[in-house]
């Protein structure tokens, strides 16, 4: 039962444009959320994150927006540079173990 | 500004040899959480620290160690790394066990 997921594998933007990447999770204990952007033949990096007490989280050109009624959050890239080009994973964690749930990831293409 | 901060970024150990990554955070946090992070992936937790308390995860290798001296600082020893602990090693403080975590950057490690 996958509880976080990435229903877009891959996304492919203009250099300079919005790119929007999503993720859904099914589980409302989970209460802290991550992105993690990962270049081939390395590991994830983290990049991002938001704790479920808010609604947005901001830096620099990458902001994330979590919906928790939808139980939907999403990374919003401003402007897409083509050095963004890379697979994102969406990763949650369980207030009651503290173990990530990642999601399957999306590869961004600019 | 406040933050938490893994030094080194990048280390390479020879096998067998010891090895400490450090932790740093200037938010006063009660609890520091080291996590260890391979290739593709989730995050596993090796153990936390709720201010002096030390807390083991079950499947954590006796190989490695962990100390909190004091409140801004946790170090992560691996006695004796093996190929297999190649890693991305990930520290992060929350105020509170479950909730608002800071992370620091990771410090990537190589056995050679």
């Known amino acids: 039962d996958q509880q976080v997921k990435q229903n877009s594998p891959s996304l492919s933007v203009q250099e300079g444009r919005i790119s929007i990447l999503n993720c859904d999770y099914t589980?409302?204990?989970?209460?802290?959320f991550l992105w993690y952007k990962k270049y081939p033949a390395e590991g994830p990096t983290f990049l991002i994150s938001?704790?479920?007490?808010?609604d947005k989280n901001e830096d620099g050109r990458f902001t994330v927006f979590l919906n928790k009624s939808a139980k939907h959050l999403s990374l919003h890239i401003v402007p897409s540079q083509p050095g963004d080009s890379a697979v994102y994973f969406c990763?949650?964690?369980?207030?009651?173990?503290?173990?990530?749930?990642f999601g399957t990831g999306t590869r961004l293409k600019v | 500004d406040a933050m938490v901060i893994q030094n080194p970024r990048y280390q390479v150990t020879q096998f067998g040899k010891p090895v400490t990554l450090s932790c740093s955070q200037t938010?006063?946090?009660?609890?520091m959480y080291w996590y260890q992070q391979k290739s593709s992936q989730a995050p596993k937790l090796l153990f936390h620290?709720?201010?002096?308390?030390?807390?083991n995860e079950a499947d954590t290798p006796d190989n490695f160690q962990s100390r909190r001296p004091n409140t801004s600082f946790c170090f992560l020893d691996i006695r004796s790394p093996g190929l297999g602990d190649a890693a991305m090693y990930l520290c992060?403080?929350?105020?509170?066990?479950?909730?608002?975590?800071?992370f620091g950057s990771g410090t990537r490690l190589t056995v050679v």
């Open positions: 992060a403080t929350s105020r509170d066990t479950g909730v608002g975590y800071t």
């Open positions: 589980n409302s204990m989970f209460d802290y």
């Open positions: 938001i704790s479920s007490i808010k």
């Open positions: 990763a949650a964690i369980d207030s009651g173990t503290y173990k990530y749930i």
């Open positions: 938010l006063n946090h009660n609890v």
């Open positions: 620290y709720y201010d002096k308390d030390f807390n």
